[in-house]
């Protein structure tokens, strides 16, 4: 998986930074998500390298609007292409409503298929709110002035690799019988031996795991759900010294998202959402907020506008077990 950065400003945003927007591109799919939509998302598509035309799913964490207000003008320029197969759009109760709303009042005709899902059953119950057969999507509530959720995603975890020289070795002709040894399935030669698919393939190997967390002030929801993951993506809207007004206004600090991390065993943590008010050239700089988080998780980064993150899992001991491979013909 691979994660881009299109807004990492918190509420306005400023020269280096819009509001919030991640794309997560799914390469062995030829997909794109998009995990919130501030205001001017579709401009920063249009300066980075990613293809609007893969996007397939849109998640909203919650409606306040650094974080949707870029989404209509983005569906209805897709509409405009032609070329759009559908979309499904995840979010808080009131999204429909919303989209609809601004969609009707601007005549605006959405030619392609819309789907809502709303995610505050999912959430709440901790069932999967999408599973197919590679990938697994939950959600978790947050702690903030209006409904908020933070979203998982998860790759299953794949087969091990298959050992092709060995299965070479073995005398085994390469075609379609290769891919159901890789599968892990036992084959009957024509000879009578039969060959044991698991015993050619190394050990499975894991998916990657990433989580999208804002707006809100530490939770333990946010924990659980981050717990183990490959990239923890958590707003920093404020330094430390300004924690009373993060209580106040249901947002995180960096000690909080670096905490977050450290609670939930993360592999990686990038900072971003951060306030305007933490420019270069003031008192504190977006910097100042990385060294606090470091001084508590050290494996942070800080997010930057079109920064871009592959997300890879460790990678098992490959070698296989062959010394069960073949078994005498019966």
């Not at 697994?136 to 998982?152: D, K, Q």
């Not at 790759?155 to 070795?169: T, Y």
């Not at 183990?228 to 958590?234: N, T, V």
């Not at 330094?239 to 065993?265: D, I, K, V, Y």
């Amino acid at each position: 998986m691979q994660v881009t950065f299109l807004g990492t400003s918190s509420g306005v945003p400023t020269r280096g930074r819009n509001v919030s927007a991640v794309a997560l591109r799914l390469p062995q799919r030829a997909e794109l998500w998009l995990f919130d939509c501030g205001e001017g998302t579709q401009h920063q598509f249009l300066r980075s390298e990613l293809r609007v035309s893969q996007l397939r799913r849109v998640f909203v964490t919650h409606m306040h609007g650094d974080h949707v207000f870029g989404l209509p003008g983005l569906l209805a320029s897709l509409g405009l292409a032609g070329s759009c197969p559908g979309i499904d759009l995840y979010g808080p109760d009131r999204l429909r409503e919303y989209l609809e709303g601004v969609l009707h009042t601007s005549s605006t005709r959405i030619t392609y298929p819309l789907r809502h899902h709303r995610v505050r059953q999912a959430a709440a119950s901790g069932e999967p709110l999408l599973e197919q057969e590679d990938i697994r999507v939950r959600c978790a509530p947050l702690t903030h002035r209006v409904p908020a959720f933070a979203y998982r995603v998860d790759q299953k975890a794949r087969p091990g690799r298959f050992d092709v020289a060995r299965a070479r070795q073995l005398g085994i002709p390469p075609g379609p019988i290769y891919a159901r040894l890789k599968q892990g399935a036992s084959v009957t030669l024509e000879d009578g031996r039969i060959i044991n698919g698991a015993s050619l393939c190394g050990p499975e190997r894991p998916g990657a795991s990433i989580v999208y967390c804002t707006d809100t002030v530490f939770c333990e929801a946010a924990v659980d759900l981050a717990a183990g993951a490959d990239l923890l993506i958590h707003e920093s809207t404020f330094a430390h010294a300004e924690a009373e007004l993060a209580f106040a206004r249901q947002h995180s600090t960096s000690t909080m998202a670096a905490q977050t991390a450290l609670a939930a065993g993360v592999k990686q943590l990038a900072l971003t959402h951060l306030s305007p008010r933490y420019v270069p050239g003031n008192p504190v700089t977006p910097d100042d907020l990385l060294a606090e988080a470091r001084a508590i998780f050290p494996n942070t980064v800080l997010a930057r506008d079109f920064l871009t993150i592959d997300v890879l899992p460790e990678e098992p001991d490959e070698a296989p077990g062959v010394d069960a491979a073949v078994a005498a013909p019966a």
